[in-house]
C-alpha cells in the first residue's frame, strides 16, 4: 500500500532524511524549520519525499525525489500532487520551485511553467494558485470506470 506522511515544520524528520540523502546526498537543514516535509511510503518502507515553504509572497516546493529503485510508479507524482493539494489548501497565490533542466517535463504535466531569466544550472517554474487542478481523471481515455458515474 502506499501512503503518504505530514511532518509540520521543526519535526523529528529521522525516517525521511536517509531518503532525501540517497536522492540528493543533503541531510536537514535550515530550511525544514520553516517547511512541510511530506514522506511517502510504498509498503511501509519510506520512498519519496518534498517539501514546501513560505518565502517572498510565494508558497516553494523542493527536494522532490523518489529512491532510484521505486522510480516510473508515480511515487513522485504523488508527493507533487500532495505538495499541490497542501499550497492549494493554503489558498496559494502562486507556487513555485527550481529544477534541473532534464525534469520540467514532470512539473509541466501539472501546470508549472518555466520562468524567464532562468540559468543553466536550474530552471524556475511557476503556477498560479488558482490554476492548480489536481483532477486527475480528466484526461483519462478510460469510459467505463466507476469514477466517472
Ligand atoms: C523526477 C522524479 C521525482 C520523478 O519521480 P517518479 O516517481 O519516477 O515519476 P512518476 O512515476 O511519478 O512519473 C509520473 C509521470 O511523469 C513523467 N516523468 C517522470 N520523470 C520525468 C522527467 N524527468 N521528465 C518528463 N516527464 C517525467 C513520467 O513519465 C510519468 O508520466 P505519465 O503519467 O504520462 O506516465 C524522480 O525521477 C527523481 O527523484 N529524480 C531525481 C530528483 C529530481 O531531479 N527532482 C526534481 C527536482 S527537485
Redesign the pocket.
Known sequence: MVQGKWFAPGSDLSELIPVRSA??GGGRDDLDTSSWNVLVYDDSIPA?T?RIWWENGAFW????????T???????????RLLLFKAQSHAAREVR????A????????LGLKPQSGEDTEAVEMMIPGNLIDLDSCKNCPKSSCPNRK
Open positions: 536522492v540528493f519519496a518534498g516546493l523542493g527536494g522532490i525525489g523518489v529512491l532510484e521505486c522510480r516510473h510508479r508515480k511515487l513522485g507524482d504523488l508527493v507533487l520551485l527550481r529544477c534541473p532534464d525534469v520540467t517535463g514532470f512539473f509541466e504535466r
